[in-house]
T-cell receptor, first 109, second 114 residues
């Protein structure tokens, strides 16, 4: 079955700098890759997703890239702000969705 | 205002007791899901339902049960057979169960043992 690895588990960046979170997946049949942001005491919120027929997608300060050959995808957050501090989860889906273990992002003032 | 509502936000269970977590959605979604989240872990699938009156076991179904009598409701019962029930439980829904539809989550129920 599918296995999703997410790195790093914790990431600290200076406010205004960029943050990159990387995920790899094992099942080449996976064709949908969402990213979720989870704030303390809340449920995960979908922030961006990408399907296997595109290599990159951007939404304001957030972008996701997908390399199907290498089976990895990444989340890029530019011009980070304090409200970006949260736990971020990647996921990959073929017949069911498998989540990575999350990255705790700290934005330093 | 459409969304997924989970209740209660906090729940305490005594040893040997069954408890039921509520999940209601008004998004008119066909598919609903229950996940368990433990500290430092990803989300693990307990049960899912792609249509009313039908549901399937996920990866960690032992000690849990569900029902799907109405499209908008998917309650989860944590039975006394679940020996380590302390966790954060998340309910989600999607338009249908196909491969590339996003899941939308509620704000969770935190279950603790007394």
């Amino acid at each position: 079955g599918e296995n999703v690895e997410q790195h790093p588990s914790t990431l600290s960046v200076q406010e205004g700098d960029s943050a990159v979170i990387k995920c790899t997946y094992s099942d080449s049949a996976s064709n949908y890759f969402p990213w979720y942001k989870q704030e303390l005491g809340k449920g995960p919120q979908l922030i961006i997703d990408i399907r296997s027929n595109v290599g990159e997608k951007k939404d304001q300060r957030i972008a996701v890239t997908l390399n199907k050959t290498a089976k990895h995808f990444s989340l890029h957050i530019t011009e980070t702000q304090p409200e970006d501090s949260a736990v971020y989860f990647c996921a990959a889906r073929d017949d069911k969705i498998i989540f990575g273990k999350g990255t705790r992002l700290h934005i330093l003032p | 205002d459409g969304g997924i509502t989970q209740s209660p936000k906090y729940l305490f269970r005594k040893e040997g007791q069954n408890v039921t977590l509520s999940c209601e959605q008004n998004l008119n979604h066909d598919a609903m899901y229950w996940y368990r989240q433990d500290p430092g872990q990803g989300l693990r699938l307990i049960y899912y339902s792609q249509i009313v009156n039908d549901f399937q076991k996920g990866d960690i179904a032992e000690g849990y049960s569900v029902s799907r009598e109405k499209k908008e409701s998917f309650p989860l019962t944590v039975t006394s057979a679940q020996k380590n029930p302390t966790a954060f439980y998340l309910c989600a829904s999607s338009i249908d169960g196909t491969h590339n539809q996003p899941q939308h989550f509620g704000d969770g129920t935190r279950l603790s043992i007394l």
